[in-house]
């Protein structure tokens, strides 16, 4: 007899898009998605970006499949087993995936990286994914996507929490970009080379105090603009810090704009693209594990000078330590999924109340339900008068099949 098929899972809407398919990834649980801007006129359906993200979970799985109405807005998927980067599979000879986003994608490039690196430690083989085309923006988005330098320095070392080595995940940022025109296309090119497999990550207990900021750092880039506007977003941002810290270090980083091809000249000709300048700070901890992230990017229609720039991000960056835990905002969603699928044993997290408290970070929680994860247990932390709230996580026990069992 053959084995009977799974029920399908029924969600509505276009909110946690990514965050459901991974889910459905790594469960192995087929998911039918409808309504999907069902009440759009102009652009009903699928975006530029969730397409394409869903033709990058094809490359990097093996036997997923999926079918779209004509209209766009309903979806059925079907994972497949993660197979990470293999020759002859839709990677190259030097084991890399290369992935082509379209120059409609309004989403940073952080949009496809968050996904891919929780998939990866649960691949067969090692993740390598190169982004390049049209459509890769590097930089902060004010869709809310982070920026590269943010997710590498303040996303990828939380994988240590867990037993996944991040010496060994390399993000290499070979051509910088911001946001193009309205918002969208860039012309970057991003490479991540994940080669940390495991078969179970660690449960994590990171319940303890956060500890006082001991040091900031971060990055101000510029992009075919001019490089003495990281020098003012930098000054702008230390008059804002240096009474609070002394050890601060931002690098400058600056980069040609990237020439594309000009759609509206038929002579072959080329234009630059990605035009723009942001900064990104990360604060650590003397507790370890615990960082905060904050980045502030200029708009795609300009009108916003670097020293405006520069302080929105140090602000930001205090608001984001105010709102305490051991955990940003920008990597709960990492951290509790590694926590859900991990082996099975109650970790415990502790987050601000107002990090708890958002729509994404409940959303998650309904949506590990539904996946058949165990609640969460929330409680009070009595030690302080912070308000934080301990998250209790039971882990799911969802192995690498992959990997053999040690």
């Not at 490359?59 to 990470?84: K, R």
């Not at 670097?306 to 905002?329: D, F, W």
């Not at 708890?356 to 970070?361: D, K, L, Q, R, Y």
Request: proline share 5%.
């Amino acid at each position: 007899m053959s084995a009977p098929k799974s029920e399908f899972l029924r969600f509505t809407g276009h909110k946690s898009f990514a965050q459901r398919l991974v889910l459905s990834t790594l469960t192995g649980r087929p998911i039918h998605v409808s309504k999907i801007r069902a009440n759009s006129p102009t652009n009903p359906g699928l975006a530029p970006h969730e397409v394409s993200l869903l033709r990058l979970l094809e490359a990097v799985t093996n036997g997923s499949s999926m079918q779209i109405s004509y209209t766009g807005t309903t979806i059925t998927y079907q994972p497949g087993l993660i197979t990470g980067a293999i020759p002859g599979f839709g990677a190259s000879d030097d084991d890399i995936l290369e992935h082509q986003l379209p120059a409609t994608c309004s989403r940073g490039v952080t949009y496809f990286l968050l996904p891919l690196c929780l998939l990866a430690p649960f691949a067969k083989s090692h993740m390598n994914v190169r982004f390049t085309g049209p459509g890769v923006i590097t930089s902060a988005t004010e869709t809310g996507d982070l920026s590269v330098d943010s997710f590498r320095t303040a996303i990828l070392p939380l994988y240590n929490l867990f037993g996944i080595s991040a010496a060994r995940i390399e993000l290499r940022v070979l051509q910088r970009s911001c946001a193009g025109p309205h918002g969208s296309g860039g012309a970057g090119v991003v490479e991540l080379r994940f080669a940390s497999q495991v078969r179970l990550p660690k449960t994590l207990h990171l319940n303890r105090n956060p500890g006082r900021i001991k040091r900031i750092r971060g990055v101000a880039y510029s992009t075919g603009v001019s490089a003495s506007n990281n020098a003012r977003m930098i000054h702008s941002a230390r008059e804002v810090l240096n009474p609070l810290v002394a050890d601060i270090h931002v690098a400058a980083q600056y980069d040609q704009a990237p020439l594309v091809p000009d759609a509206a000249e038929k002579s072959g000709s080329k234009k630059r693209m990605g035009i723009g300048f942001g900064l990104s700070l990360v604060a650590e901890s003397s507790a370890v594990g615990v960082l905060y992230s904050a980045d502030v990017v200029v708009p795609p229609k300009g009108g916003v000078i670097p020293e405006e720039v520069g302080k929105r991000c140090a602000y930001q960056l205090l608001e984001t330590i105010n709102l305490g835990g051991c955990v940003s905002g920008p990597a709960t969603g990492t951290v509790l999924t590694l926590m859900a699928m991990g082996s099975e044993d109650v970790g415990r997290l502790r987050l601000g109340r107002d990090v708890v408290g958002t729509e994404e970070a409940i959303g998650l929680a309904r949506d590990l339900k539904k996946f058949g994860a165990s609640s969460w247990g929330l409680r009070d932390v009595n030690d302080d008068d912070t308000g934080d709230i301990i998250v209790s996580v039971k882990g799911t026990g969802v192995g690498n099949v992959g990997r053999k069992i040690a």
